[in-house]
């Protein structure tokens, strides 16, 4: 079986660029999140979307989007590139009151 | 908002030693607890999770936690760690029902030596 499959594993952007990291969940599984891990902390949630629709939001700002198509993938964008961006960011899919299963996730640097 | 305190971040045993690891949380309401652990190079992975009933609870590879309430304590502990043993682990935490929008902790670094 496929687990949650995310692309690309590795980018890099220059300030003030816009970029699109895109995520497939495991198959079934309707709820999609986006996470941002920076090094040497834990992940901090971003968005969960479910049906398509979003149904929570973390502490970020308006330069993060995200939406989730009807086959339940999901692109996370974020615009207006900072240092501060570059992170390891993890996407997980899930099913109601079962554990979330987590992609490898896609490395960003920003320089 | 709820939050999860680790105060471990870096913990070094010998092969054999047994391990704790702390977890605290902060939320008043229901919560849904997890370990998670993640091999370096590897996605994050799922050692065990709480959701009701038996507060102690069994994970993979011989790791268990103990969910107490009236501390807000959720534990991870292993009687004897292996060297394959070695990697980050993250308690986690939810509001009670779901397993989406986790809140991390700040991670445990565990460094088994031969």
């Known amino acids: 079986d496929a687990g949650v499959t995310q692309s690309p594993t590795h980018l890099i952007k220059t300030r003030g660029q816009h970029v699109t990291l895109r995520c497939s969940p495991i198959?079934?599984?309707?709820?999609v999140s986006w996470y941002q891990q920076v090094l040497g902390q834990g992940p901090q949630f971003i968005f969960q979307y479910y049906e398509k629709e979003e149904r929570g939001r973390g502490n970020f700002p308006d330069r993060f989007s995200a939406r989730q198509f009807p086959n339940y993938s999901s692109e996370l964008n974020v615009n207006a590139l900072l240092l501060g961006d570059s992170a390891l960011y993890l996407c997980?899919?899930?099913?109601?009151?079962?554990?979330?299963?987590f992609g490898q996730g896609t490395r960003l640097t920003v320089v | 908002a709820q939050s999860v305190s680790q105060h471990n971040h870096h913990v070094i045993l010998s092969e054999a030693a047994s391990l704790e690891l702390g977890c605290n949380y902060s939320?008043?309401?229901?919560?849904?607890l997890f370990w998670y652990v993640q091999y370096p190079g590897q996605h994050l992975q799922l050692l065990l999770k709480y959701f009701s009933g038996d507060p102690l609870v069994k994970g993979i590879k011989g790791f268990e936690a103990e969910f107490i309430k009236s501390k807000f304590s959720f534990n991870l502990r292993k009687p004897s760690v292996q060297w394959s043993d070695t990697a980050e682990y993250f308690c986690a935490v939810t509001r009670g029902g779901t397993a989406s929008k986790l809140t991390f902790g700040t991670g445990t670094r565990l460094q088994v030596t031969l």
């Open positions: 997980a899919s899930s099913e109601a009151r079962v554990e979330a299963f």
């Open positions: 939320y008043g309401g229901t919560v849904n």
């Open positions: 198959s079934g599984h309707k709820s």
